[in-house]
T-cell receptor, first 113, second 114 residues
Framework: SQTIHQWPATLVQPVGSPLSLECTVEGTSNPNLYWYRQAAGRGLQLLFYSVGIGQISSEVPQNLSASRPQDRQFILSSKKLLLSDSGFYLC????????????FGQGTRLTVV | KNQVEQSPQSLIILEGKNCTLQCNYTVSPFSNLRWYKQDTGRGPVSLTIMTFSENTKSNGRYTATLDADTKQSSLHITASQLSDSASYICVVRGNTGTASKLTFGTGTRLQVTL
């Protein structure tokens, strides 16, 4: 069966520090991968999606970047965190662009102080 | 602009009661609509999917409806339980022919009390 792992679960980082969140998927190949952010009291906002290794599309201009060094690995990064980067970050995968259900990781609660 | 709006924003009901959550969308062309349940601090989990040709679909105590003409969907929860307390998110997938970008509603926060 397919599983998705996301870590860490919680993170407190000072302003200006770097960030690296990792997401890996098991049990499937060539998944579509997504990074979402959920601010407090807000809906999920798509940040990045990837249809293959090295292929990253950004949905909104921001202080974050994403990379896909391997087929089932998706990394969310920042060189210098801002207070506004605080939020709940979710990684997800789907099996296809149109009909596949999105399966979510457990999320990372990031607090920038 | 593709949008998904949900109402109410929050809802408190007594255990055992029924409730209905609403979702209106403007996503076009339309592929499918899913209702997700998100427990606090966890990732969303799919409850049901509705495609263009489907009007009603049930999953246990959850029943979703879809009116593709008016672009409205509802999620009805019957005989609510304390474990139903969560956020319910309506997610619409467009049919663009490219790597699809899901459009998420902001969710309805449901609290079931004794």
């Amino acid at each position: 069966s397919q599983t998705i792992h996301q870590w860490p679960a919680t993170l407190v980082q000072p302003v200006g520090s770097p960030l690296s969140l990792e997401c890996t998927v098991e049990g499937t190949s060539n998944p579509n991968l997504y990074w979402y952010r959920q601010a407090a009291g807000r809906g999920l906002q798509l940040l990045f999606y990837s249809v293959g290794i090295g292929q990253i599309s950004s949905e909104v201009p921001q202080n974050l970047s994403a990379s896909r060094p391997q087929d089932r690995q998706f990394i969310l990064s920042s060189k210098k965190l801002l207070l506004s980067d605080s939020g709940f970050y979710l990684c997800a995968w789907s099996s296809g662009p149109r009909t596949g259900e999105a399966f979510f990781g457990q999320g990372t609660r990031l607090t920038v102080v | 602009k593709n949008q998904v709006e949900q109402s109410p924003q929050s809802l408190i009901i007594l255990e055992g009661k029924n409730c209905t959550l609403q979702c209106n969308y403007t996503v076009s062309p339309f592929s499918n609509l899913r209702w997700y349940k998100q427990d606090t601090g966890r990732g969303p989990v799919s409850l049901t999917i509705m495609t263009f040709s489907e009007n009603t679909k049930s999953n246990g105590r959850y029943t979703a409806t879809l009116d593709a003409d008016t672009k409205q969907s509802s999620l009805h929860i019957t005989a609510s339980q304390l474990s139903d307390s969560a956020s319910y998110i309506c997610v619409v997938r467009g049919n663009t022919g490219t790597a699809s970008k899901l459009t998420f509603g902001t969710g309805t926060r449901l609290q079931v009390t004794l």
